[in-house]
């Protein structure tokens, strides 16, 4: 369980967010819209422990992160950045490894459990024909699917996921979003950052609306997902059309 | 290539090239003679030039080269840039101020290796200060601080060469472009490389979750600033050690890595040997061919790691693109 307790976060002097309680139970998909600049990202890193907090805290069952040693905490938690901001040079499959790190036992290498547990991230990412290939002759989203895939090796019941869908096509999108799916079956909490109202429509039972001006707001989907609260989030018009009994939005330009 | 044949392969190198290093010189001896002279029952003038001179010598040279790429390694990891070399955060620019005011000043050679000693910490501590402690922790203002160091240093080192005489400039150009015919601190040297060669290949899962940037790594279970400073001071151990072994012997550490990432190789715990084992052997050859070719003049080995290496690696990548 990872709560936010009156929380608030700054960076280079915006507040993106103030006195923010959340809770993400086992079980949850939560949904984070908001325009571009509103400080999802910087909010999903202050819930990883990646960014210092201006006040508040975070815990994860109970425990402030920063009391908990970051390896301790990689077995519990995954994060999905949307930029890495590195550089790897090594094949496919080493990369998915990469996820095992948390958990593995010995000082050399990984083991043949960390291997299989890789081979299914990959194939359920649809990779597995691409698992020697260097990371960098990948494409962008087939990139994207690795660093998914590496998140599902890791195997945590929390996942803070940043843009989970950038750069995928559609096929992969719904591929990506039964992975989320089995896993909150299998009773793991997720946070996803969105752009598509459509899959927060679908997947997500909790949305947290990110306001530009430090505001948040969140709830049960359904009641977030109106087109009053959209408008004023994404400060633009919206059209609403009915499609096979449910509502789906488009801009209204 | 799988890496165990390549570690093998290198083992193999790295006693031929010590082996070709024992032979060479104004006395060449045949493989016979250097098994004999090795064991301590050969001739006379055969067994002290092996033991005294040339035995150090290749295993300076050795040492050395294994110091420069296991530096580079690290570097490339800490600061996530493959254009990173064990030169520059500026701990060589430091020794090089060091080395040639002292030289410029008449000292002895053990005041120069003091002062080039003195030199680099200076240049350690002053880019660990204004790079690392500042706020937050920002591997590019620790890249800047060391590079604008390095240029200072430069501009320091040019002021000097151009006050020096005659016979000083030679012997401050070979300090600058390294030269191994002065291997004093062997064993400090071979202690310093097999401790943080060890340590960084236990550790060397952590470097490779590490290049992946400093947010997916703290993800992973990396304590990132506890990482990052102690990979800054091994660096600077290896660069400090190799420094005052060989002066400052360029081209090893920054390629080195390369070549065996070229081969397909860059799991930290296969690039960190393969690295060790490379650049070793390398600059064993290298600093034969220096002390050989045209001997009796020796020439700096700094020269002969850029002549045998860039054809080298121009092939690498020319053959890795196909």
Redesign the interface.
């Known amino acids: 369980m990872l709560q936010a307790h009156k929380l608030t976060v700054a960076i280079g002097g915006k507040v993106v967010c103030r006195e923010l309680d959340m809770v993400i139970r086992p079980g949850q998909c939560w949904g984070v819209l908001g325009q571009n600049g509103a400080g999802k990202t910087t909010l999903l ?1 202050a819930l ?3 960014h210092p907090p201006q006040a508040g805290e975070v815990s994860w069952n109970g425990m402030t992160l920063q009391t908990i ?7 519990h ?3 999905l ?1 949307q ?8 094949s496919v499959l ?1 990369y998915v490894l ?2 095992r ?2 958990h ?1 036992a010995s ?3 990984y083991s043949a459990g960390d291997h299989m547990i890789a081979q299914q991230a990959l194939v359920q990412m649809d990779l597995a024909e691409l698992a020697q290939r260097p990371l960098n002759t990948l494409s962008g989203g087939e990139r994207q699917r690795a660093a998914i895939a590496q998140v599902l090796a ?1 195997q945590v019941q929390c996942h803070l996921l940043d843009e989970p869908l950038q750069h995928l096509d559609l096929r992969h999108q719904a591929q990506a979003m039964q992975a989320f799916g089995k896993l909150r079956e299998e009773g793991g909490a997720l946070l996803m950052v969105l752009h598509d109202i459509l899959w927060a429509q679908r997947c997500c039972d909790r949305v947290l609306l990110q306001f530009a001006d430090g505001r948040a707001l969140h709830g049960a989907a359904g009641e977030m997902l109106t087109r009053e609260h959209l408008e004023a989030l994404y400060q633009c018009p919206l059209r609403e059309l009915a499609a096979e009994g449910g509502r789906c939005f488009v801009p209204g330009v | 290539m799988p890496p165990r044949i390549l570690f093998l392969l290198l083992l193999c190198a790295a006693a031929l090239g010590l082996g070709f290093g024992l032979m060479s010189g104004s006395l060449p001896l045949a493989p016979a003679e250097v098994w004999r002279a090795l064991m301590g029952n050969g001739g006379d003038t055969a067994t002290e030039v092996l033991w005294q001179l040339r035995l150090p010598r290749v295993l300076a040279a050795f040492c050395c080269g294994g110091l420069l790429a296991l530096s580079g390694v690290l570097l490339q990891a800490l600061l ?1 840039n ?1 254009l990173a070399d064990p030169y520059i955060l500026g701990i060589s620019g430091g020794a090089a101020v060091g080395a040639l005011a002292a030289m410029l000043l008449g000292a002895s050679l053990a005041a120069m290796q003091l002062a080039s000693f003195a030199g680099a910490l200076l240049a350690i501590v002053a880019v660990f200060g204004l790079g690392f402690l500042h706020g937050e922790r920002n591997i590019y203002r620790l890249l800047l601080t060391g590079v604008v160091l390095s240029a200072g240093c430069g501009a320091a080192v040019s002021l000097l060469l151009t006050l020096a005489q005659g016979e000083q400039v030679k012997g401050m150009l070979f300090w600058l472009m390294g030269d191994l015919s002065h291997p004093e601190g062997l064993l400090f040297a071979w202690v310093v490389l097999l401790v943080l060669g060890l340590c960084a ?6 470097l ?2 590490l ?13 990132v600033g506890r990482w990052q400073m102690a990979l800054y001071f091994a660096a600077a151990a290896l660069t400090v050690a190799a420094l005052q072994l060989g002066g400052a012997i360029g081209f090893v550490g920054l390629m080195m890595p390369h070549a065996i ?1 070229l081969l397909g190789i ?2 930290h ?1 296969w690039l960190i040997p393969l690295s060790v084992l490379l650049g070793g052997s390398f600059l064993v050859l290298a600093d034969t061919l220096a002390r050989t070719l045209w001997s009796p003049l020796q020439l700096p080995v700094g020269v002969f790691t850029a002549l045998l290496g860039v054809p080298f690696l121009l092939w690498l990548l020319a053959a890795g693109r196909r």
Do not use: M, Y
């Open positions: 890193r990883a422990g990646l040693a970051r390896r301790d905490l990689a077995c938690l995954g994060v950045p930029n890495e901001g590195g550089e790897f040079w090594g080493e990469l996820g790190f948390p593995r000082w050399f290498g890791q | 996530r493959p290949t236990v550790f060397s899962g952590g490779d979750v290049v992946g940037g400093p947010d997916k790594a703290a993800a992973l279970g990396i304590a990432r860059s799991a715990r």
